[in-house]
C-alpha cells in the first residue's frame, strides 16, 4: 500500500494494488475509488483532505491477528 500526498492540491491518494485502473467511480463529491478490470479496488483518492479526512495526520498500526 502507497499513501501519496499532493499539497498543492490537498490531495490524498491511496495505492492498495498496483494493478492496471479499469474504471474511476465517484463516491461522493470528493471521494473516488479506482476499480481494476476484475472489479477490485485499487486506489482511492480524497480531495481536499484535510478537510473532508482531517488528513493532519498518517499514522499505520498493523493490529495482531486475533485467533479463535
Given at each position: 500500500?502507497?499513501?501519496?500526498?499532493?499539497?498543492d492540491?490537498?490531495?490524498?491518494?491511496?495505492?492498495?494494488?498496483?494493478?492496471?485502473?479499469?474504471?474511476?467511480?465517484e463516491?461522493?463529491?470528493?471521494?473516488?475509488?479506482?476499480?481494476?478490470?476484475?472489479?477490485n479496488?485499487?486506489?482511492?483518492?480524497?480531495?481536499?483532505?484535510?478537510?473532508?479526512?482531517?488528513?493532519?495526520?498518517?499514522?499505520?498500526?498493523?493490529?495482531?491477528?486475533?485467533?479463535?
Open positions: 500500500m502507497k499513501v501519496k500526498y499532493f499539497p492540491t490537498d490531495t490524498a491518494h491511496v495505492e492498495f494494488k498496483d494493478n492496471d485502473v479499469q474504471e474511476t467511480k463516491i461522493s463529491e470528493n471521494i473516488y475509488i479506482d476499480i481494476d478490470a476484475m472489479g479496488l485499487v486506489g482511492m483518492t480524497i480531495e481536499h483532505a484535510k478537510a473532508n479526512a482531517d488528513l493532519w495526520e498518517f499514522s499505520l498500526q498493523e493490529m495482531p491477528r486475533q485467533t479463535a
